[in-house]
């Protein structure tokens, strides 16, 4: 890439991109205000319109979205006549999880064996530093030859659809002829990717009780019934023998006919212990990609540490649910709170509540935007041919953008590779990958704007 004046100015650039990663990173910018103090996360968003500014940005502002936090928005213009692109990325992180298992702190960046450590390094702080470097290297050659518009998200780990229901209110303000989501990443690191489709994500709270209150064990165990185990059942029969994940009248036998996840890398990248199976049928690509897939995230009940010998009286469990393109989330929700009314045994009362959905996407990739990000990536990317990949998470923005605008094109970029660790202990970002993507970012735009 040395060759190339934009590639040697975001070269240049990096030291200053670590030190803003490293701000950025200290904000414990967590959307769970039950957790971390609002305050964080405006600081981060403050953090965002100051570098919107500094850059040139006009109209830049903190938007107050309905679910209580902010998104930041910006437009830079370009030469009259040119293109319009929106640049997407989101600065509220996952909690850290265990900090005591994190190596170093998590909202300290730390580098270490070549990569950059801290939760959001790579999903998905670093991809505000990867726009920000972009339209940098195109200012210092030549210039930004298309207007920009940049919107960063307060609350896309949550959930809770604040930026979704905020530009459906306000449609206008996100329009343009390409949409660059910085949020997904390669399929390897070295390999360049745009992710062609996203799985949806619905979220459900269940509750089960069984008794007025918790009983003692030897006394009434045996015979009373015990909410906890019901929970258990109930969980349990979300999933066949095979671990697949069984909802009634969910179809789950869908195929994956793009890039293949060879079920040894997978296993790698997945760290699954050695002589733990994978669960599900079909290829790994068709379980990640292509199928809906069930996960328990949390459940209410007694630690173990202290737990007394009591028939439990109540029980609580929050699941996800990811469906695949194709697939409508509200329809799959109310599939899943039906299937566990079904399979609540003994006459537990259950209750189930949605507290966050997502649709599903599929990218057009035959559109002129992915031609000019293949270009573009042939040159960050020497002796590389751009591939498409499916991603198992979920963005809901996207499949919201695509409706509001059916005429625009959206592509899927980022930093989170497999050994990015996303959303586990651990996060952390390559800096290689944030130094080329930003040249393929920066070139795309180039040659899209003479598209």
């Known amino acids: 890439m040395s060759s190339n004046p934009v590639a040697e100015t975001v070269a240049s650039l990096m030291p200053r991109a670590k030190a803003e990663l490293t701000e950025l990173v200290a904000f414990k910018s967590v959307a769970d205000f039950d957790q971390y103090p609002k305050s964080e996360s405006e600081g981060a968003a403050n953090w965002v319109a100051d570098a919107l500014r500094a850059e040139g940005f006009q109209d830049v502002a903190l938007l107050d979205t309905p679910d209580g936090t902010q998104s930041v928005y910006g437009f830079l213009p370009g030469p009259e006549g040119a293109k319009t692109v929106l640049l997407y990325a989101h600065y509220d992180v996952q909690p850290p999880l265990d900090e005591a298992a994190w190596v170093t702190p998590p909202f300290e960046l730390t580098e270490r064996d070549g990569r950059w450590y801290g939760r959001g390094s790579a999903d998905c702080k670093g991809g505000v530093i990867m726009h920000l470097l972009a339209l940098r290297a195109l200012k210092a050659n030549g210039g930004v030859p298309v207007h920009v518009k940049v919107i960063v998200e307060g609350s896309e780990e ?245 409706s509001l605008y059916p005429q625009t094109e959206i592509l899927l970029i980022g930093l989170s590779e497999p050994e990015a660790q996303i959303h586990a202990v651990n996060e952390g970002v390559s800096p290689d990958e944030l130094e080329r993507l930003s040249v393929a970012e920066a070139l795309f735009l180039r040659n899209y704007a003479g598209s």
């Not at 165990?221 to 909802?247: H, K």
């Not at 899943?336 to 509540?353: D, F, K």
């Not at 590389?384 to 996207?398: F, H, R, W």
């Open 158 to 402: 949550q959930g809770t659809g604040g930026l979704e229901r905020y530009a459906e209110e306000h449609p206008e303000l996100l329009t343009a002829d390409t949409i660059v989501i910085g949020d997904a990443g390669n399929f390897r690191a070295g390999l360049p990717t745009v992710t062609a489709t996203l799985r949806g994500m619905t979220l459900v709270r269940i509750q089960v009780d069984t008794l007025e209150g918790n009983l003692h064990s030897g006394q009434f165990g045996g015979a009373a019934p015990d909410a906890l185990a019901a929970l258990i059942r109930v969980l349990d029969s979300l999933r066949a023998e095979d671990g697949s994940t069984t909802v009634d009248g969910l179809v789950g036998d869908q195929e994956w006919d793009g890039l293949q996840y060879e079920e040894e890398a997978f296993r790698e990248d997945a760290k699954v212990l050695d002589g733990v199976e994978l669960i599900g049928s079909g290829t790994v690509a068709d379980r990640v990609w292509a199928r809906p897939a069930v996960t328990v995230l949390g459940i209410d009940c007694p630690p173990v540490v202290g737990a007394t010998p009591s028939v439990q009286a109540g029980a609580r469990a929050l699941i996800s649910l990811r469906v695949p393109p194709g697939m409508d989330a509200a329809g799959a929700t109310k599939l899943l709170q039906a299937h566990v009314e079904a399979h609540t045994p003994w006459g537990a009362r259950v209750s189930t509540e949605q507290i966050g959905q997502g649709q599903a996407f599929r990218a057009d990739t035959s559109s002129p935007a992915y031609a000019s990000m293949a270009e573009a990536m042939a040159v960050a990317y020497p002796g590389q041919e751009m591939q498409y990949a499916g991603m198992g998470g979920s963005i809901p923005l996207c499949n919201t953008l695509a």
